[in-house]
């Protein structure tokens, strides 16, 4: 009876102790570091279960990940139009708040913050895809990205890697405006290899790279199957082996005078790309918000270096950069 008695309170201490909710849909809520951090936990028992994000979160200096190579993320995570922040710094590949997925849908999520890596594979949503049929829909990436690797990174804006005959993704509605410091990059997907399978669709890239031997189109390199539909990006220096599938290259001045915003939109009837009226750029409208239209915080334009110029996604550019700037609070037509 003793026994039973202290199985019963050791129960009821650790049922207590799990600080995450959940809704009766059996969507796990997630607001806080520690919800993320308990989410992890609970995805390394049960991959296949469902969270949404209830406010932004900042995870600071918590490495966490969701997923691992032997338990894949499979479930549903909805960020509802929340940002995560993320800062990453380890030594090891694959670095992303999704670790690995299989068979997962990632949507409605803005990720920023930065990621440090002495390795490869790293992605500002996923860092690699092994298995089942996957979703990325509706997300942006803002993340900084860094590999001291020293080549063969294979380092993609949203995800670091696609691999396996049988493996599906699929990237819909969805921007880039990662900045990453590697030799080899891509605006979107790292690499793609063993006879997987991608769909990037209704997307746009305003990504930078810096030390770039060579930062591709939609993918680094390709061993498979890709398909690319109605997709944008600014800066690109090669297709690679992209097998006609790289995305259409485009200007500043495309993105400022709304055709792409219209491209993006494709004509359907649910407003998903508008035009924001402060960068002036296409947008996604999930992102955008009354009191903020670029839907990304912490633009303050009374610490913005004199003379330094930024493209019209607020991003900083070198002296050469060729488009429309803004110096100095003034827009301007560099050609």
């Known amino acids: 009876m003793k026994k039973t008695l202290l199985f019963l309170m ?29 989410f992890a936990t609970i995805v390394a028992q049960t991959p296949a279960v469902n969270a949404k994000m209830t406010a932004d979160v900042n995870l600071g200096d918590d490495q ?5 190579s032997s338990v894949p993320y499979q479930g549903v995570f909805d960020g509802l139009g929340h940002k995560l922040t993320i800062n990453y710094d380890v030594t090891e ?7 690995f997925i299989s068979g997962a849908t990632i949507q409605n999520l803005y990720v920023d913050g930065n990621i440090s890596t002495t390795k490869g594979y790293a992605g500002g949503v996923v860092g690699n895809v092994p298995a089942g049929i996957n979703y990325i829909k509706q997300c942006l990436s803002t993340v900084a990205i860094i590999s001291t690797q020293g080549g063969r990174e294979w380092i993609g804006g949203f995800v670091g890697q696609c691999i396996g005959s049988g493996t599906i993704l699929n990237i819909d509605d969805c921007m880039c405006q990662a900045n990453i410091t590697a030799g080899w990059a891509a605006n979107f997907i790292g690499i793609m290899r063993d006879n997987g399978h991608t769909n990037v669709t209704n997307c746009l890239s305003t990504a930078t790279c810096t030390n770039a031997t060579q930062f591709n189109s939609i993918y680094h390199y390709i061993y498979g199957d890709g398909t690319t539909r109605n997709t944008y990006v600014v800066n690109c220096s090669g297709t690679s082996t992209d097998h006609g599938t790289a995305g259409t290259k485009v200007t500043d001045e495309q993105l400022a005078d709304g055709t792409i915003a219209t491209a993006l939109q494709a004509g359907r009837d649910e407003e998903v790309w508008v035009q924001d009226e402060t960068t002036g750029a296409p947008m996604l409208k999930i ?44 827009k301007r037509v560099i050609k």
């Open 287 to 330: 992102f955008l918000q009354d009191d903020n239209p670029s839907g990304i915080e912490d633009v303050n334009t009374a610490t913005a270096k004199s003379g330094q110029r930024y493209n019209i996604m607020g991003q900083p550019v070198a002296g050469d950069y060729k488009g429309i700037v803004i110096e100095d609070g003034k």
């Open 93 to 99: 590949d694959y670095v992303a708040p999704f670790r």
């Open 10 to 38: 050791a129960l009821v201490a650790s049922l207590s102790a799990w600080a995450i909710e959940q809704e009766g849909d059996g969507y796990y809520l997630i607001g806080s570091a520690t919800d993320w951090d308990e």
């Open 64 to 68: 966490t990940m969701i997923g691992t």
